[in-house]
């Protein structure tokens, strides 16, 4: 699929991708969400399935894999 931002010649492929989302004060982090990332602009989109299951993800609590470190860069 061609990407979507306009004068971007790039198209979109399949990749894993690690997927944060800030919630409140904490930071979730998802490892191996399937995207379409664009190969020139890095443009993501997400199918609305995968938005479904990031959501269910969130709202179930689900008990995290792994605890991740959260840096302050400033
Ligand atoms: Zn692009």
């Known amino acids: 699929m061609k990407c979507s931002i306009q004068g971007c010649p790039g198209t979109y492929e399949q990749r894993l991708i690690v997927h944060t ?7 979730l982090v998802f490892e191996n969400v399937p995207s379409e ?3 020139v602009c890095s443009d993501m989109l997400f199918a609305p399935e995968t938005i479904r299951h990031l959501e269910q993800l969130m709202s179930r609590r689900t008990k995290p894999e ?6 302050e860069y400033a």
């Open 37 to 39: 990332v664009c190969d």
């Open 66 to 71: 792994r605890q991740a470190p959260v840096y």
């Open 21 to 27: 989302v800030k919630k409140g004060a904490d930071v």
